[in-house]
Nanobody, 116 residues
Framework: QGQLVESGGGLVQPGGSLRLSCAAS????????MSWYRQAPGKKQELVASITSAGDSADYADSMKGRFTISRDNAKNTAYLQANSLKPEDTAVYYC?????????WGQGTQVTVSS
Protein backbone atom coordinates (compact mmCIF):
# COMPACT_ATOMS: atom_id res chain seq x y z
CA GLN A 1 0.00 0.00 0.00
CA GLY A 2 1.12 3.55 -0.69
CA GLN A 3 2.80 5.56 2.01
CA LEU A 4 3.54 9.25 2.54
CA VAL A 5 5.77 10.54 5.31
CA GLU A 6 6.00 14.25 6.07
CA SER A 7 9.01 15.88 7.65
CA GLY A 8 10.50 19.31 8.18
CA GLY A 9 8.02 20.69 10.64
CA GLY A 10 8.97 22.24 13.92
CA LEU A 11 9.12 25.49 15.81
CA VAL A 12 9.84 28.65 13.87
CA GLN A 13 9.68 32.32 14.78
CA PRO A 14 7.21 34.66 13.10
CA GLY A 15 8.65 35.78 9.79
CA GLY A 16 10.70 32.63 9.48
CA SER A 17 10.63 29.90 6.87
CA LEU A 18 10.33 26.15 6.68
CA ARG A 19 10.52 23.62 3.91
CA LEU A 20 8.30 20.63 4.46
CA SER A 21 8.98 17.38 2.67
CA CYS A 22 6.69 14.52 1.79
CA ALA A 23 8.45 11.29 0.92
CA ALA A 24 6.45 8.77 -1.08
CA SER A 25 6.93 5.05 -1.26
CA UNK A 26 5.14 1.90 -2.38
CA UNK A 27 3.37 3.58 -5.30
CA UNK A 28 4.18 5.28 -8.58
CA UNK A 29 4.62 8.79 -7.29
CA UNK A 30 5.03 10.45 -10.69
CA UNK A 31 1.45 9.59 -11.67
CA UNK A 32 -0.20 11.29 -8.72
CA UNK A 33 -1.43 14.79 -8.07
CA MET A 34 0.11 15.98 -4.82
CA SER A 35 -1.47 18.36 -2.35
CA TRP A 36 -0.75 19.93 1.00
CA TYR A 37 -3.46 20.53 3.57
CA ARG A 38 -3.32 21.92 7.05
CA GLN A 39 -5.45 21.84 10.15
CA ALA A 40 -5.05 24.15 13.10
CA PRO A 41 -6.43 23.32 16.54
CA GLY A 42 -10.16 23.91 16.64
CA LYS A 43 -10.32 24.80 12.96
CA LYS A 44 -11.37 23.09 9.76
CA GLN A 45 -8.90 21.36 7.52
CA GLU A 46 -7.98 23.58 4.59
CA LEU A 47 -6.20 23.15 1.30
CA VAL A 48 -2.85 24.86 0.99
CA ALA A 49 -1.75 23.90 -2.52
CA SER A 50 -1.83 21.23 -5.22
CA ILE A 51 0.54 20.33 -8.02
CA THR A 52 0.11 18.25 -11.15
CA SER A 53 1.80 14.91 -11.58
CA ALA A 54 4.49 16.36 -13.85
CA GLY A 55 4.97 19.38 -11.63
CA ASP A 56 4.17 21.81 -14.43
CA SER A 57 1.19 23.50 -12.80
CA ALA A 58 0.28 24.41 -9.26
CA ASP A 59 -2.82 25.77 -7.58
CA TYR A 60 -3.08 27.58 -4.28
CA ALA A 61 -5.83 28.54 -1.95
CA ASP A 62 -6.26 32.31 -2.18
CA SER A 63 -5.22 32.78 1.41
CA MET A 64 -1.97 30.90 0.76
CA LYS A 65 -0.86 32.83 -2.31
CA GLY A 66 2.47 34.57 -2.00
CA ARG A 67 3.91 32.81 1.02
CA PHE A 68 3.62 29.14 0.11
CA THR A 69 5.17 27.29 -2.81
CA ILE A 70 4.49 23.67 -3.67
CA SER A 71 6.95 21.68 -5.72
CA ARG A 72 7.94 18.10 -6.43
CA ASP A 73 10.89 16.04 -7.52
CA ASN A 74 9.65 12.91 -9.18
CA ALA A 75 13.15 11.45 -9.35
CA LYS A 76 13.26 11.59 -5.56
CA ASN A 77 9.61 10.62 -5.02
CA THR A 78 9.22 13.70 -2.87
CA ALA A 79 6.89 16.67 -2.71
CA TYR A 80 7.73 19.89 -0.93
CA LEU A 81 6.05 22.88 0.59
CA GLN A 82 8.14 26.00 1.02
CA ALA A 83 6.59 28.22 3.65
CA ASN A 84 7.87 31.77 4.04
CA SER A 85 7.03 34.77 6.17
CA LEU A 86 5.29 32.51 8.60
CA LYS A 87 2.72 33.88 10.99
CA PRO A 88 1.35 32.46 14.24
CA GLU A 89 -1.90 31.69 12.45
CA ASP A 90 0.03 29.30 10.21
CA THR A 91 0.46 27.02 13.20
CA ALA A 92 -1.12 23.72 12.22
CA VAL A 93 -0.51 20.13 11.37
CA TYR A 94 0.44 19.98 7.71
CA TYR A 95 -0.56 16.92 5.71
CA CYS A 96 0.41 15.78 2.26
CA UNK A 97 -1.93 13.84 0.00
CA UNK A 98 -1.57 11.91 -3.22
CA UNK A 99 -4.43 11.43 -5.67
CA UNK A 100 -4.87 9.33 -8.77
CA UNK A 101 -8.44 8.81 -9.88
CA UNK A 102 -10.24 7.10 -7.04
CA UNK A 103 -7.05 6.46 -5.08
CA UNK A 104 -6.15 8.81 -2.25
CA UNK A 105 -3.17 8.45 0.05
CA TRP A 106 -2.68 10.61 3.13
CA GLY A 107 0.39 11.21 5.20
CA GLN A 108 0.31 11.37 8.99
CA GLY A 109 1.18 15.04 9.16
CA THR A 110 3.95 17.20 10.54
CA GLN A 111 3.48 19.88 13.17
CA VAL A 112 4.38 23.45 12.33
CA THR A 113 4.41 25.88 15.22
CA VAL A 114 5.01 29.57 14.61
CA SER A 115 5.73 31.35 17.85
CA SER A 116 8.16 33.77 19.41
Amino acid sequence: QGQLVESGGGLVQPGGSLRLSCAASRFTFSLYVMSWYRQAPGKKQELVASITSAGDSADYADSMKGRFTISRDNAKNTAYLQANSLKPEDTAVYYCKADLGRITIWGQGTQVTVSS
